[in-house]
T-cell receptor
Framework: DGGITQSPKYLFRKEGQNVTLSCEQN?????MYWYRQDPGQGLRLIYY???????QKGDIAEGYSVSREKKESFPLTVTSAQKNPTAFYLC??????????????FGPGTRLTVL | AQSVAQPEDQVNVAEGNPLTVKCTYS??????LFWYVQYPNRGLQFLLK??????LVKGSYGFEAEFNKSQTSFHLKKPSALVSDSALYFC???????????FGKGTTLSVSS
């Protein structure tokens, strides 16, 4: 988990609320990613960003939004439009060096629960 | 379509015995393959990757993986399992665009003493 921090570790959301999950990295990586993990479904890509001020939707972007104003930071907002947000959220980063072939480093995760 | 399959939800093995966690892939062109491990309520940790070269790749904590192009497989192996190896293991492949990893659903490894 070294080099990538996620906060908070646990987050509780009431229905209709937007919440923002923090992800910060000090690895000087250009690319950052957000995944959602549900039991038995593996990791599913929500959004990713390869450079500052640019990001792309992943497989399950609906109900989520991101920003990438700084290289070190890639916050994820879970909006009220996301109907089933209870899950474990993982942030990752990677260098864009060709030799890395996108080897990703992961943060410790945030567990979001809807009350 | 690019995909990764881990056919076993759970693998059980006794401590000291060899272990294998299976992974098959479907991707156009040369595959770039990864194994990660996850302990409860933690992020994923990188174990090893196959890019090119030898079909047997050695990684962290005594793990290795065998790449088989004809069978489109990348099975994770360890000669002698430890109880501390018990965790959730993910296989992943780099997508064709080279921008993101596609993960399998994971296999839970349980090593009994």
């Amino acid at each position: 988990d070294g080099g990538i921090t996620q906060s908070p570790k646990y987050l509780f959301r009431k229905e209709g609320q937007n919440v923002t999950l923090s992800c910060e990295q000090n690895l000087n990586h250009d690319a950052m990613y957000w995944y959602r993990q549900d039991p038995g479904q593996g990791l599913r890509l929500i959004y990713y960003s390869q450079i500052v001020n640019d990001f792309q939707k992943g497989d399950i972007a609906e109900g989520y939004s991101v920003s990438r104003e700084k290289k070190e930071s890639f916050p994820l907002t879970v909006t009220s439009a996301q109907k089933n947000p209870t899950a474990f959220y993982l942030c990752a980063s990677s260098t864009r060096l060709t030799s890395s072939y996108n080897e990703q480093f992961f943060g410790p995760g945030t567990r979001l629960t809807v009350l | 379509a690019q995909s990764v399959a881990q056919p076993e939800d759970q693998v059980n093995v006794a401590e000291g015995n060899p272990l294998t966690v299976k992974c098959t892939y479907s991707v156009s062109g040369n595959p770039y393959l990864f194994w990660y491990v996850q302990y409860p309520n933690r992020g994923l940790q990188f174990l090893l990757k196959y890019i090119t070269g030898d079909n047997l790749v050695k990684g962290s904590y005594g793990f290795e993986a065998e790449f088989n192009k004809s069978q489109t497989s990348f099975h994770l192996k360890k000669p002698s399992a430890l109880v501390s190896d018990s965790a959730l293991y993910f296989c992943a492949v780099l997508d064709q665009a080279g921008t993101a990893l596609i993960f399998g659903k994971g296999t839970t490894l349980s090593v009994s003493s």
